[in-house]
């Protein structure tokens, strides 16, 4: 099920791709570490105009808008667009013009996460397709998911360290933010006795050399005051 609600995310990106919009969440972490299945696509428009455009394109693909659940740990304004295939459902988050975390409220511009992002090749865990799309840079990545801080998250945080991440700029953001709290307990939860058994569940089995050096380098940061 998992393998081919990923097929119809990615065959359904294709089919969007020529519109402005930007991927976040765990299909845009996916760009940057070894893949995770994501059980929805989170995109990121500047406008309702262009949020309208995808709503048309999905729509002819046989998605439709749900209510919003208000569950959810976003606050902005968006739409849900869904598409049942056989008896699974595919979930499509549409974020308007921002990116507001519910609960720290901590608000992030599209047009930030405009300027923020790149041209890169997105891929599954499983789906040999590849499609070239705007994805967020880690750095930004880092930050939201820090913001939201849910498990899911931190493991996404986690695995973007392994790779080149501007820490500098992470850390003024995290100042900006007023995320310090939220990293301190990102920290400790990465370095929890479950916390390794809980990252090889969603990605696999991670080389011990590589979580070591990813962890020691967690270890070593320094927040700004």
């Known amino acids: 099920m998992l393998e081919l609600r990923e097929k119809e995310i990615l065959l359904t990106l294709e089919k969007i791709k020529s519109c402005e ?4 969440g765990g299909y ?24 309208l455009k995808i709503k048309q394109l999905l729509m002819k693909e046989g998605y439709a808008q749900k209510e919003v659940n208000l569950n959810i740990p976003y606050a902005s304004d968006f739409l849900c ?7 699974f459902s595919v979930p499509f988050d549409i974020m308007i013009g921002s990116v507001i975390d519910r609960n720290t409220k901590s608000r992030f511009m599209a047009a930030l996460i ?3 992002s790149e041209i ?9 397709i590849e499609i070239e799309l705007k994805i967020a840079k880690p750095e930004i990545l880092m930050i939201m998911k820090l913001a939201a801080s849910r498990t899911s998250d931190l493991r996404d945080i986690f695995m973007l360290l392994e790779g080149n991440i501007e820490l500098e700029r992470c850390l003024l953001m995290i100042k900006e933010y007023n995320l310090k709290a939220s990293f301190e307990k990102f ?5 929890s006795k479950s916390f390794k058994d809980n990252l090889h569940g969603v990605f696999g089995k991670i080389d011990e050399k590589v979580f070591n050096k990813i962890l020691r380098k967690i270890n070593n940061i320094v927040l700004l005051e």
Do not use: H, W
Not at 120 to 128: E, S
């Open 28 to 51: 845009a972490v996916n760009t940057y570490t070894q893949p995770r299945f994501s059980v929805d696509c989170d995109i990121v428009v500047k406008n309702k105009e262009e949020a």
């Open 187 to 191: 920290r400790e939860f990465v370095n």
């Open 81 to 87: 667009m869904i598409k049942r295939v056989d008896d």
């Open 114 to 116: 405009f300027e923020n």
């Open 120 to 128: 890169k090749k997105l891929k599954g865990k499983i789906n040999p």
């Open 21 to 24: 919009f930007v991927i976040i």
